[in-house]
């Protein structure tokens, strides 16, 4: 095979079998992607089919395709790097972006030209290639409240069913995902410590989805909407409490299908937004007695009643 005159290969620590991709390392490739193609400058990406199963893997790069290897951003050590350079032997091959650790290790005096970011001694940082990295479109940000628990419902659990049926269908979806958990704590840094700090997060999400009660009842004096299941077979707490709220975004365990999930995902983040808001306005605006439409009045009373 002819090698092609000046083609460069991509490649990272999101190249390897053994590797990662980092939201940081895959900008960075952005950047460079950006720059080669205003110079018209022909290449490839070689990923990990860990992470990108339908691309091109370095197995399956031949190096005779190539003029040029570049390795971009993260730092320059260890074998699966060092292994490029005989992989590569004949290509060209540029670091750039990277940190340099040890100048004098193979994996770094491997390549004909190392541009780093930052490197022992006085030497000036540069600025990463993440952050020149073209401007992306936002994604919702998507909070995903579950519960793995509710034993007390016995046969009629389907828990474990909504759960993956729900996580699955989201590993689809072009989203922000966001794990959270409603149980507070006060010891570990991970978990909230108050429902105002819960509360905090709540607001600053774009739809909530959810089979918890108090995941659709937070969402929504959140002002977020939520695409809620109840776990239970034929229905419990929280298909109640959809309807003593009247949010429509709520299905059965028997209804998670993908049409159906869809349907209420672009509601939710359409006109749901617009409801979710007034179901807020509606929560907030709750007298402390009066006119609440929640169990309190019948707590007075039943208070009064004992005296």
């Known amino acids: 095979m002819t090698r092609s005159a000046r083609k460069v290969l991509l490649t990272g620590w999101f190249s390897f079998l053994h590797g990662e991709a980092t939201a940081g390392d895959v900008l960075a490739l952005h950047r460079v992607r950006a720059v080669l193609d205003h110079a018209g400058i022909p290449y490839d990406v070689a990923w990990s089919p860990g992470y990108r199963a339908d691309a091109l893997h370095l197995p399956e790069a031949a190096e005779s395709s190539y003029s040029y290897l570049v390795f971009l951003c993260g730092p320059l050590h260890g074998s699966q790097i060092e292994e490029l350079h005989t992989r590569f032997r004949s ?131 959140s002002g977020v909407p939520a695409l809620a299941v109840d776990p239970v077979e034929g229905g419990a707490k929280l298909s109640a409490q959809a309807r003593a709220v009247d949010w429509p975004a709520t299905l059965g365990a028997g209804q998670l299908h993908p049409d159906e999930l869809e349907r209420w995902w672009r509601w939710c983040l359409t006109s749901g937004r617009a409801l979710a808001e007034q179901r807020r306005r509606e929560f907030l605006g709750t007298p402390a007695h009066g006119a609440a439409a929640d169990a309190t009045d019948a707590l007075l009373k039943a208070l009064s009643a004992a005296d």
């Open 91 to 221: 290509c060209v091959r540029i670091a750039v972006g990277t940190s340099v650790i040890d100048a004098s290790s193979p994996a770094v005096s491997g390549f004909h030209h190392v541009i780093p970011r930052d490197t022992p001694g006085d030497v000036p940082p540069v600025r990463d290639l993440a952050a020149g990295a073209p401007a992306v479109t936002a994604t919702p940000v998507v909070g995903v409240i579950l519960t793995h628990g509710q034993g007390e419902y016995g046969q009629a659990r389907r828990h474990d069913e909504v759960a993956a049926g729900l996580t699955r269908w989201l590993a689809s979806k072009d989203c922000a995902r966001l794990e959270l958990t409603t149980r507070l704590d006060t010891h570990d840094w991970r978990l909230c410590a108050t429902p105002e700090q819960f509360e905090s997060v709540v607001r600053r999400l774009d739809v909530v989805v959810t089979d918890r009660l108090h995941g659709l009842v937070v969402a929504l004096r």
